[in-house]
């Protein structure tokens, strides 16, 4: 019979104990229960610690264990919810804690056993309860001090280990950290629980659950932290389950059981309330009704542990476990392998996640006035800097205190404590960045979420790396790992990967560390030195890093990138591009992050062609002379200085130019006198942002996939044109006052859960707002709960979502589920970069029974809009116009997509051709090896271009020449194929493209599954 219940929970939903201080209070104890004969002349009030009734009235304990039991439960938890020091000490009970949990766990075991004994095929378990405390590690109490703490992770630490030894002795056979309300006090249980079960081998290492508490409708804990963020924050132990208790009745918090349902990568649990309590602070919902709700968890295969928190008694936990016998566990999703990291809010780091920029301002080292500002304790202005790097696009802040004059042990967490109390900045994963370990150490105890510790190496042998490693797992970070031993600092690439193998050989197979939290640095030296050694720094780091990424799964790469242009101190010009330039190489090489000054950073194709040639030169090490000449250009730049080399030509172009120089490079300083210009050119202000500012943002937008502009860019654009929407809008609302009054129809738009970006959304907007529709626009990262609440508050008649980055696109399907299960019939309109007609079609339309529908750009909202509310006859003709299409796109993905049946390789090698090769002569080429092309014709190549994926890009269906004779699209394409002949004649003429090939011929031969290639010269040498 299975007694681990990790293998039973793979068979059935387990069922949670109910409230114990609910039913505590239906006993009615007086101030003389409490105390018993031991406690009688204790000098301190004692009534409502009801973790002390279980040295005083263990009957009453007792027996409501035994009722959970009875009423179908699997698992209580032991009386010891404020069971540390640091809660007891509010009743000067300190002293008492081991012998208060061992009590408490030893009543709850010998009732489980009880109940096993009578029926052995439902065997009880005890689950250890660890409470919050009534102290918090993220928030400080005092609102003019926000830098206090009135407890420390130490502090904390010893405090739980005490509660754990009490229950592991007294027969807990798990351990529950619950309600948790702040992250890092439970990081610090988790701490203090790992701590105990490695310096006490002799005890089994019981399994952990951990529960949080999402505290209301913002669905946040109350330290700030998102149901995701919080998960990525605990995830580093291999806990048993991790769920949501307390706070909440079941109907609320099912959003955030769906979220950890959905990433979770340990079992799930659930213990919510009896609804919310009623103005008498009593919980009014009855046991049928919970399980009403419960039962939809169930359905949905959300849970595998459930029972009830506050309000809930044995007659809920009764009606629960009857219905969670009738449904399966929750599936744990397969485990994936992106880099997840937290401050308040989560950051995922997928193989398709653009350069992650690390702000790079808050570091003593690098910059002399925040050095200077923490030297003078001058924290507000310190936390400027912070904030200017969040607002520049930093997606995570590195934080580096290590100088003389400035004791890093105990300004890391004074900095740290004052930044976390801001969330604005404590939204972001912290990278905690010293060379020493007493500072680092310091810095992870302040942070709740999953930061990065930056770095540990193999300088001091391997014994201190593996010690360092397993700390930093402990604490639950990602850890920057840099090219060092005990040799020194790599400075070649043979030795940057030698290092790097052998570190992601300790920490994957010796520490255990998870590849995809390993982040190497293979040193970013500084090159144009003048010493010849110097000269392919920058190339080996590239070549390195596009091995790590073929040879260490999982693994990042980062690194600090103005090391590369130290040379060229005092020339920004020239650092700019040398820090561009670098990038754009090393992006290409598989380089997730780098620590940057957003400031710092231009636009690949907009640097002047001699000076990035120069950098390139340099960078790449193409030539001998390289530094000598990019010295010599940098002598002509740099008493100018930046400001002044700046070309001015651009005000001469014509006005749309202007707006898109603009909207490239970020520039503000004429965006009011060139949109003034641009409206005077056009009958109505919208046609400015459909036009000229749509069309430059859609070349920042293909800058930006291309990789020649990063994020902090893009989000300079975007400042710029908000900033002409706004000068636009005054006239825009004037146009409006003159036109029609009443509202052609009310449309609510969000940029969906996990998604910062709105410039798009804003932009259609006001472009329905321009059309006399009422817009309520929800802003950013808007939870689909949230959504259509809104909806439903405002009783819109369509509902819009936006997003930008890929994961938008499951959050959209999840809003369209939940429309059709709350019985929306309003339409839904999908837009946004990541968003597309195909996938609108696959992905959303089929969990959604009303219209759907993929809105390509701003300028298409209006006439969507305008057919869906328009009579009920032509909305019902779109609506079935749209099905029938999504439905064809549908089978016609289905039928690319459907499955080939692969045959075995043993049936394969049966069917092999069987070529009967005596006789053969094979047909000698007209060369040998390979051979270049170096400017093949284009008009040759132009014979050969397939024309039908051209129209198709331009979503005209048809095979070429066929095409033309359509009568829908017939006239179009012709128009069409006439411009892309202009061009394409263009292009030719002026030589715009070069065309480059190359070709080889080997002799080769099979030898069993496989093909042999040779050299040409002599067969027998293999090339592969």
């Known amino acids: 019979m299975k007694t681990d219940i990790r293998e039973l929970l793979l068979d059935r939903i387990f069922v949670l104990d109910g409230a114990m201080g609910s039913l505590i209070q239906q006993y009615n104890l007086t101030d003389a229960d409490y105390r018993g004969e031991r406690f009688k002349d204790f000098p301190h009030e004692l009534k409502g610690n009801n973790d002390l009734l279980s040295i005083t009235r263990p009957d009453v304990i007792k027996e409501i264990h035994a009722k959970y039991f009875e009423a179908g439960a699997d698992i209580a938890e032991t009386n010891t919810f404020s069971g540390t020091s640091i809660a007891m000490a509010d009743y000067h009970l300190e002293d008492l804690v081991y012998e208060l949990n061992f009590e408490s766990a030893k009543i709850a075991r010998e009732v489980a056993d009880e109940f096993t004994e009578k029926d052995p095929s439902k065997p009880r378990f005890v689950a250890g309860s660890i409470g919050p405390t009534n102290r918090t590690l993220s928030l400080s109490p005092d609102v003019n001090d926000p830098g206090f703490r009135a407890v420390t992770f130490d502090e904390l630490v010893i405090a739980y280990q005490e509660q754990v030894r009490g229950l592991v002795d007294g027969g807990a056979d798990l351990l529950l950290v619950e309600t948790v309300f702040d992250t890092l006090n439970a990081k610090a249980a988790l701490f203090a629980i790992d701590q105990f079960f490695t310096q006490n081998p002799n005890h089994k290492y019981l399994p952990v659950m951990v529960s949080g508490t999402i505290t209301d409708a913002s669905g946040r804990t109350l330290s700030g932290q998102t149901t995701e963020a919080f998960l990525t924050s605990i995830s580093h132990m291999p806990l048993l389950s991790v769920g949501l208790n307390c706070a909440l009745g079941a109907d609320l918090m099912r959003p955030y059981v769906k979220t950890l349902s959905d990433k979770s990568p340990f079992f799930v649990s659930a213990h919510p309330n009896a609804g919310l309590p009623n103005e008498m602070g009593e919980y009014d919902e009855s046991p049928e009704q919970m399980a009403e709700v419960i039962e939809d968890f169930l359905q949905h295969g959300f849970v595998n542990i459930i029972g009830g928190c506050c309000g809930t008694t044995p007659a809920h936990i009764k009606a629960i476990a009857t219905i969670a016998s009738k449904y399966k566990p929750h599936q744990i999703p397969e485990a994936g392998h992106n880099q997840m990291l937290s401050g308040l809010e989560p950051l995922e780091i997928t193989p ?372 002409a929407v706004a000068y636009l809008l005054p006239y825009i609302e004037a146009e409006k006052e003159v036109g029609e009054s009443s509202s052609a129809g009310k449309i609510l738009l969000a940029t969906v859960k996990g998604d910062v970006h709105d410039i798009g959304k804003n932009i259609v907007g006001v472009v329905l707002a321009c059309n006399n529709y009422e817009v309520i626009d929800l802003g950013v990262m808007i939870s689909c709960d949230k959504i259509l609440a809104a909806a439903k508050e405002h009783q819109v008649d369509i509902i819009g979502l936006s997003g930008l980055i890929t994961p938008s696109l499951d959050e959209m399907v999840y809003v369209a589920k939940e429309m059709e299960r709350l019985g929306f019939t309003v339409p839904l309109l999908i837009g946004g970069a990541t968003t597309s007609r195909i996938h609108t079609a696959v992905k959303i339309d089929p969990h959604y029974s009303g219209p759907v529908i993929h809105v390509l750009d701003a300028s298409r909202s209006v006439p969507v809009a305008g057919r869906l509310l328009q009579s009920e006859l032509t909305q019902n003709q779109i609506f079935t116009e749209i099905k029938q299409e999504y439905e064809e796109l549908r089978i016609s993905h289905a039928a690319r997509q459907k499955d080939k049946n692969y045959l075995s390789i043993s049936q394969a090698r049966e069917k092999s051709s069987g070529i009967d090769w005596t006789g053969f002569t094979s047909t000698q080429p007209s060369f040998l090896g390979v051979k270049y092309f170096q400017d093949y014709s284009l008009a040759e190549i132009a014979k050969y271009i397939d024309w039908t994926p051209f129209f198709s890009t331009w979503q005209l269906s048809g095979k070429y020449p066929k095409i033309f004779e359509n009568e829908t699209v017939g006239e179009e394409a012709r128009k069409l194929f006439k411009d892309a002949q202009a061009l394409l004649a263009e292009i030719i003429d002026q030589k715009l493209l070069t065309a480059k090939a190359a070709l080889g011929f080997f002799p080769a031969n099979s030898f069993g599954d496989d093909i042999i290639l040779h050299d040409f010269t002599e067969k027998v040498n293999e090339v592969s």
């Open 352 to 723: 398709l996640t653009n350069f992650v920029n690390i702000g790079e301002r808050c570091n003593v080292t690098g910059s002399k006035k925040f050095a200077r500002l923490i030297r003078e304790e001058k924290f507000e202005e310190a936390i400027a800097v912070a904030r200017e790097q969040c607002d520049s696009g930093a997606q995570i802040l590195d934080v580096n205190l290590d100088e003389g004059m400035i004791d890093g042990v105990k300004m890391m967490p004074q900095y740290l404590n004052l930044l976390m109390s801001e969330p604005d900045i404590a939204r972001l994963p912290i990278m905690i960045d010293s060379s020493k370990w007493e500072v680092i150490e310091a810095g992870l105890k302040c942070v709740q979420g999953k930061s990065i510790v930056n770095s540990i190496s193999l300088k001091e042998g391997e014994e201190k790396f593996i010690e360092s490693a397993h700390k930093v797992k402990m604490y639950g970070a990602s850890v920057v790992v840099m090219a060092f031993d005990e040799l020194g600092q790599a400075d070649s690439y043979e030795r940057r990967i030698e290092i790097c193998q052998r570190a992601y050989d300790i920490l994957t197979k010796v520490v255990g560390f998870p590849a995809q939290d390993i982040i190497f640095d293979p040193n970013i030296l500084t090159v144009a030195t003048g010493m010849d050694e110097h000269n392919n720094y920058a190339n080996d780091f590239i070549k390195a890093t596009k091995w790590i990424k073929a040879n260490l799964p999982f693994a990042k790469v980062s690194g600090g990138v103005s090391n590369i242009s130290f040379s060229f101190r005092g020339n920004e010009l020239v650092r700019e591009a040398m820090h561009t330039v670098f990038l754009y190489h090393a992006i290409k090489a598989g380089m997730d992050m780098g620590i940057v000054n957003a400031s710092q950073l231009g636009v690949y194709d907009n640097i002047d062609k001699t000076l990035k040639d120069l950098c390139e030169d340099v960078l790449l090490n193409r030539n001998s002379e390289a530094t000598e000449k990019l010295i010599v250009y940098a002598e002509t730049v740099k008493s100018a200085g930046k400001e002044q080399v700046i070309d001015d030509a651009w005000r001469h172009q014509d006005v749309n130019k202007r707006l898109e120089h603009a909207l490239i490079k970020g520039l503000t300083e004429f965006i009011d006198e060139d949109v003034e210009e641009a409206r005077k050119l056009v009958n109505k202000p919208i046609e400015v942002i459909e036009g000229p500012l749509m069309d430059g943002m859609n070349v920042v937008g293909d800058l930006f996939g291309e990789g020649k502009m990063f994020l902090p860019q893009v989000v300079k654009s975007a400042r710029v044109m908000k900033k």
